[in-house]
């Protein structure tokens, strides 16, 4: 069996959870980490064991070594610069989520993924969730008729991170890149990402910027609440929410309305960090009429113990040595960013702004 050498971008938290998942698989080898904070790359190779790995304190030096696939785990700011360069050095790339912070740069991303035929995989560990799955096929299965109405989104009560994920220079953008993008992507994946047409947004840090809420109130730059009215092509609207912090114990559930049953879905746990979809499935009812009458069921969940972050890595890892496309392709999730980009600029233009995409985005079938 090959054994595909794997490089590590970023040291940090998150990158430890990559290095976790590759340690299980057989047939993957880390022989390297860049970190750009010098000794930080050397320290995670020893914390980690990762005893055939060597340190680099650039993403360049590191692209310059002979591995076949990298981990890019860096905040959301330098994801286009690393990616773009990983794939035009032949590296097949799995990014950390959010893809980027700008459309232009995601659509620079997807089109180096696609002119050099290597993969760029976005890790969107939800997407593993058996009832995740379970819920794109009653949604893509029509059994909802026209979906024309989708809200999704969620609700931190108090969650906000601090460190790399509140610089606008690092992180750029808040609640909406750290965990926005993964309701975003239950729904458009469900609706089988449809191209948005325009976004009319509105974010504010009430929260982050006061010191009562946030020890680094004073240098909290990014959104810390947004509320966004997405209008897709196919006459269907999506509203959506998210907050990392608010005086409300949630923002509600996801549904999907459709023309013949509605679906409600919530989230799995309680507490002040519950109400995103960085994890499981609570519950899903479908309300539709039989007989004349209003009546609902329960969709039975499916129980399982995976770790859905090994998951995502194993997946790519095999793709990779399988020579499959990238499991979620950045091509798929340039709309999505296309969304983020529009939240953004309308938030700051306090206006409706239009989405314009390339015709080589290409959306998915909308369930009608
Ligand atoms: N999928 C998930 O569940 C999940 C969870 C947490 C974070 N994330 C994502 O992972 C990314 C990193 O988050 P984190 O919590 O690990 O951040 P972190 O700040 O703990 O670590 C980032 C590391 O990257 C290094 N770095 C920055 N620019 C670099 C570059 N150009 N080349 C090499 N190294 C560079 C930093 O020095 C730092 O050590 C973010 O985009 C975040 O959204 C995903």
Partial sequence: ??????????????????????????????TAV???????????????????AAA???????????????????PNVSHHRTSVDSL????????????????????????????????????????YDPNMKLLQQIVQSGRLGHVYYVETGGGRRRGMPGGTFISKELAGAGAMADIGCYSLDMALNAMGYPR???????TTNHFGRNPIYHPEADRFEVEDFGAAMVRFENDV??????????????????????????LKVTPYGSGPWSGVWDGKVGSMTMFHDEF??????????????????????????????????APIPGEQIVIQQAIIDGVLRSSQ???????????NVVALPVVS
């Fill in 1 to 30: 069996m090959k054994t595909i050498k794997v490089g590590i971008i970023g040291s940090g938290g998150i990158a430890a959870q990559h290095a976790a998942a590759y340690a299980k698989l057989p047939f993957v080898e880390v």
């Fill in 88 to 127: 035009l050095a032949g590296k097949q790339v799995l990014l950390e989520k959010p893809m980027s912070v700008t459309l232009a740069e995601a659509l620079e991303m997807a089109d180096a993924a696609r002119a050099t035929g290597n993969m760029l995989s976005i890790g969107f560990q939800p997407r």
């Fill in 196 to 202: 948005p047409l325009t976004v009319s947004a509105f």
């Fill in 34 to 52: 860049a970190d750009v904070i010098p000794g930080r790359a050397q320290q995670f190779i020893e914390r980690q064991g990762l005893d055939s």
């Fill in 237 to 262: 609207v999506l509203q959506f929410k998210i907050s990392w912090a608010m005086h409300m114990d949630t923002l509600g559930s996801t549904m999907f309305l459709g023309t013949d049953a509605g």
């Fill in 56 to 74: 680099y304190e650039s993403h360049e030096a590191l692209l310059q070594q002979d591995v076949d696939a990298v981990s890019i785990c860096t």
């Fill in 349 to 359: 233009e306090r206006k409706e702004v239009s989405v314009e995409l390339p015709g």
């Fill in 292 to 325: 004349g009458g209003h009546t609902s069921t329960e969709v039975p969940l499916i129980h399982h113990e995976l770790n859905l972050f090994y998951e995502k890595v194993r997946d790519f890892a095999e793709a990779v040595r399988d020579g499959r496309p």
